[in-house]
């Protein structure tokens, strides 16, 4: 990562951790998923840009495997998602050869302009949802 891109990547997930994830989750629209800290082992719920479809919830990281939910993810891909208000268990998988930028079409267009904006490392997330919860 460049030093740009680096500085540029302190300075978003600074403002999201203490400002805007604080809020978000807190909306009951917002998509959430928790994940289980790689080094806690406690839930850490994270806002998400994602679109369901069918029983798969699709998500475009904007920091890649620097994103620290796809880092808790590759360390146990068993999350829960909250999509719609309803909480669901699933499993994650990052997905290194689909095209995020081509994803982002289908995602929430806010989200996705944001995604856009900031991110430097685009990488697609399919939660396969258990709908048995």
């Known amino acids: 990562m460049s030093r740009r891109h680096e500085i540029k990547f302190r300075a978003v997930t600074a403002v999201q951790r203490w400002v805007v994830n604080p809020v978000s989750r807190r909306l009951p629209f917002q998509v959430l998923i928790e994940t289980t800290g790689r080094t ?11 679109r369901r ?5 699709w998500i475009v990281s904007e920091y890649g495997e620097k994103s620290h939910y796809v880092r808790n993810i590759q360390a146990d ?13 699933g499993t994650a998988h990052l997905l290194h050869q689909d095209d995020p930028r081509v994803r982002l079409r289908s995602l929430p267009r806010m ?14 997330v399919r939660v396969d949802l258990d709908l048995s919860d």
């Open 77 to 89: 891909p068993k999350v829960r998602v909250r999509v719609g208000g309803r909480w669901h268990h």
């Open 111 to 124: 989200n996705s302009l944001a995604v856009r904006a900031v991110g430097t490392n685009l990488l697609t």
């Open 53 to 57: 479809v069918g029983q798969e919830l």
């Open 40 to 50: 806690s082992g406690l839930p850490r719920r994270t806002p998400v840009g994602g």
